[in-house]
Nanobody
Framework: QVWFVESGGDDVQPGKSLTLSCETS????????MAWYRQAPGQTRKLIAGITLDGDTKYADSVKGRFTISRDSAKATTTLHMNALQPEDTAVYYCNTRPPTATWGQGTQVTVSA
């Protein structure tokens, strides 16, 4: 079964931190690399962070050094810790496999503004 439920989005001020969480099925978390994507207003959805089954991570330049992706197979969750948030991080955040399946969750909104 393929499904994703994202949570943790909020309205925050620049410089603050936020943690997003993604729940999925055991079948997905135990078989695939996972990733976080985001879609800013008027833009296409983009990959920002990925983590393999072995725990190797990779980040887009725009978030490198500020965001950290992790996974917990026992809880079937993927987490995105976001530090030093900037207004340009404002977007709807989604998790999915990497590469992504055709099924997307509803996402979680992150808004960064003063």
């Amino acid at each position: 079964q393929v499904w994703f439920v994202e949570s943790g989005g909020d309205d925050v001020q620049p410089g603050k931190s936020l943690t997003l969480s993604c729940e999925t099925s055991d079948a997905v978390i135990n078989r695939y690399s996972m990733a976080w994507y985001r879609q800013a207003p008027g833009q296409t959805r983009k990959l920002i962070a990925g983590i393999t089954l072995d725990g190797d991570t990779k980040y887009a330049d725009s978030v490198k050094g500020r965001f950290t992706i992790s996974r917990d197979s026992a809880k079937a969750t993927t987490t995105l810790h976001m530090n030093a948030l900037q207004p340009e991080d404002t977007a709807v955040y989604y998790c999915n496999t990497r590469p992504p399946t055709a099924t997307w969750g509803q996402g979680t909104q992150v808004t960064v503004s003063a």
